[in-house]
């Protein structure tokens, strides 16, 4: 809730200092208020710190796909070799795998392209884990677990429709991005059958 909260005053603070069409078109609204409210060093100290902020989201990006890259090959849906784990207990031909992918992703689109690529695939994916809790519950009822969702079933199914929500505002302000992701499952999903029979 401090977090909602914070977020909202800032926001507020934003529109207070700048009108709603500048924003819009602001590459980094946090620096565009601090140009005004302290000068051009504020706008630069605010992009340093931005900046920084991103290398923390990028280490949080880079550590998701491998393990789940090495959860598909333990189950069968990916190449075996994706269960090598190094020393250190990094799943390192899942990194592998998914680092090169990455760099394919830099080498065809700019930065905005990727971006709007992450936030789709992060909606879709944190909206189909809320639903796999409902559907979990549902058909494996007896499972040991030892956490237990706050207010459930409300919070998850509040969840899943704030997630259908931003998928299609996200479909709406940026209908390329949609339809590269649809592209992208439409090739995978046949590989997923052939790994899945295969198994």
Known sequence: MLVVVIYILVN???FHVLPIETLAKSNLAAADVAKILFGENGAKI?????I??????LNAFMMIPPRILYGLSRDGFFIKEGTQVNKGGTPIVA???????????ICIGSFEVLFSFAAFISIIVWGLAYYSLLRLRTTEPDLPRPYRSFLYPWTTIIAIIISIGLLLGFIYSDPIAFALII????ISYPLFLVLKRKK
């Open 52 to 57: 920084f902020s991103l290398i923390s989201i």
């Open 12 to 14: 507020a603070a934003f």
């Open 95 to 105: 990194l592998l795998v998914s680092s090169l992918f990455s760099l394919f992703l």
């Open 183 to 186: 592209g992208i499952t439409l």
């Open 46 to 50: 605010v992009t340093i710190i931005s």
